[in-house]
């Protein structure tokens, strides 16, 4: 279980961030991943050390603090990127959390 840490839950399902990762794994458990969200870069939707997350309890979004790229993404609860936070005010994020 190095590096995975289980942050929040969504319906049962864990969401994890890899140490050092561009991408937020989805698991049933911290060991089996069921799918991924975002990959690597530095375009919309796209992660370079994703350096936190959180599930917004209403709408299910999942919101992650984009360390290197200097912003939050937000995605589905499906995966899919819906948008940006704090481009241009957001230096280094890490950590993030959610109020529904």
Do not use: W
Not at 5 to 27: D, H, M, N, T, W
Not at 60 to 88: K, P
């Amino acid at each position: 279980m190095s590096g995975r840490y289980p942050i929040a839950r969504e319906e049962g399902k864990r969401i994890c961030l890899e140490q050092e990762s561009v991408c937020v794994p989805r698991y049933a458990t911290c060991h089996t991943s069921i799918a991924y969200t975002g990959k690597g870069g530095s375009g919309p939707g796209e992660l370079d050390h994703p350096a936190g997350v959180a599930v917004h309890e209403d709408t299910h979004h999942i919101f992650v603090a984009n360390r290197f790229n200097n912003r939050v993404e937000i995605f589905s609860e499906a995966g899919e990127f819906l948008y940006q936070l704090g481009v241009g005010q957001l230096y280094l994020p890490f950590g993030i959390a959610t109020h529904g």
